[in-house]
């Protein structure tokens, strides 16, 4: 079962004080032999998917990020740390297009390391991570998680992806009639194939 839980934004270094969510979520691999190379995760909001950037404000529209800090390898064999410089998604290099991005922000929408899974059965091997939900507007986001591995054992590159989905609603109490904000944040459904899962 996936764990939610509420955050805080500030708690997270972003310049404005609003709640969140967070999601845990880990990759292994289920495959009886063979290990996989997980060489790349990005995290792709789909206002860049779309290829519109008009609509960016200060990426207050971009609200889901996956910090390289909150990543654990410690279950994973052989992490090297990627250098994504020439390796960018078109989205990610759109991304530093857009006024005040870092490629620190970058780091956030990433794995930071490319690493190798065994057999989960044998070896408890996985990689964990949280993606977190901190939206500033009221509406409706979506991103995926597009995860690019090996396989190892036919040395074939494959792809999974996850889709993540998050609202923020305004409503209304019903006691005092103030105005407070719900937040729904969801992953679509996890995904696998006979080698690899994130779940």
């Known amino acids: ?77 052989n992490p090297i740390f990627n250098n994504y410089e020439q390796e960018w998604s078109s989205s990610m290099s759109c991304l530093l297009n857009l006024p005040g991005v870092s490629s620190n922000f970058i780091d956030n929408l990433q794995f930071i390391n490319k690493f190798d899974l065994r057999p989960f059965n044998t070896s408890n091997d996985e990689m964990v991570f949280n993606v977190y939900f901190f939206p500033y507007y009221i509406g409706d986001y979506r991103a995926k998680l597009k995860i690019t591995w090996k396989n190892n054992v036919v040395n074939q590159y494959q792809y999974t992806t996850l889709i993540i989905k998050g609202s923020m609603i305004n409503n209304i109490s019903e006691i005092d009639q103030t105005q407070y904000h719900e937040l729904v944040f969801e992953v679509d459904q996890t995904s696998s194939n006979n080698f690899f899962e994130i779940y």
């Open 1 to 77: 079962m996936l764990n939610i839980f509420n955050i805080e934004s500030q708690d997270y270094g972003l310049p404005f004080a609003l709640p969140g969510k967070g999601i845990v979520l880990r990759c292994k691999n289920i495959a009886e032999e063979g290990n996989v190379t997980v060489l790349k995760g990005e995290l792709i909001h789909s206002v860049l998917e779309q290829g519109n950037l008009n609509n960016v404000n200060n990426l207050k529209e971009l609200p889901f990020r996956m910090f390289y800090n909150t990543q654990n390898y410690s279950q994973t064999l």
